[in-house]
């Protein structure tokens, strides 16, 4: 069964504490992944497609990598305003477009 | 760009009532998505379609629930008859083509008491 798992559930950082969160997935076949970030009552926001093994992607102070295995969102001297739900979403090879999503992390970035 | 919007942002209904949910998509993007978003399951795909033909509703939970996408710019996900299982947040996407990434509306939250 084609699975996205991402860990932790919940992180808490103290502002300028950088750390990384993981998503691992396990589809027969990827054609790419995508990364997004979701404030309370919001929809996510799209932030990063990786699309092979070794490539990387950054975004201020995001970075997102990609293994063939998972994927790790890497944050640099995080913000309070970083604080947010990050989704982790695979779409297969072959299919027409749909999102496979994990459950995310929910990040808290105290000051 | 007004993005993709959603109506109502929330909905009360008690059981039994018929609820419809409303969906613009951005202009020019060929994909439309329905997600369902609940603590314990997380976002699940219900329905896609791809230039206004349904391509999967396998996640469309049970006959209760249908959807529709009249023309390119509307789409609605009707409950009928709704129950208290159904309560969560439904979500509305769309995306260019197969590969890229989406735009999620704002979401409508449903409350079936």
């Known amino acids: 069964e084609d699975q996205v798992t991402q860990s932790p559930e919940a992180l808490r950082l103290q502002e300028g504490e950088s750390s990384s969160l993981n998503c691992s997935y396990t589809?027969?076949?990827?054609?790419?992944l995508f990364w997004y970030r979701q404030d309370p009552g919001k929809g996510p926001e799209f932030l990063f497609t990786l699309y092979s093994a070794g490539e990387e992607k950054e975004k201020e102070r995001l970075k997102a990598t990609l293994t063939k295995k998972e994927s790790f969102l890497h944050i640099t001297a995080p913000k309070p305003e970083d604080s947010a739900t990050y989704l982790c979403a695979v779409q297969m090879r072959g299919s027409q477009g749909n999102l496979i999503f994990g459950k995310g992390t929910k990040l808290s970035v105290k000051p | 760009d007004a993005g993709v919007i959603q109506s109502p942002r929330h909905e009360v209904t008690e059981m039994g009532q018929e609820v419809t949910l409303r969906c613009k998509p951005i202009?020019?993007?060929?994909?439309l998505f329905w997600y369902r978003q609940t603590m314990m399951r997380g976002l699940e795909l219900l329905i896609y379609f791809n230039n206004n033909v349904p391509i999967d509703d396998s996640g469309m939970p049970e006959d209760r629930f249908s959807a529709k996408m009249p023309n390119a710019s509307f789409s609605t996900l009707k409950i009928q008859p709704s129950e208290p299982r159904d309560s969560a947040v439904y979500f509305c996407a769309s995306r260019r083509d197969s590969f890229y990434g989406y735009t999620f509306g704002s979401g409508t939250r449903l409350t079936v008491v």
């Open positions: 589809v027969s076949g990827l054609r790419g």
């Open positions: 202009s020019g993007h060929d994909y």
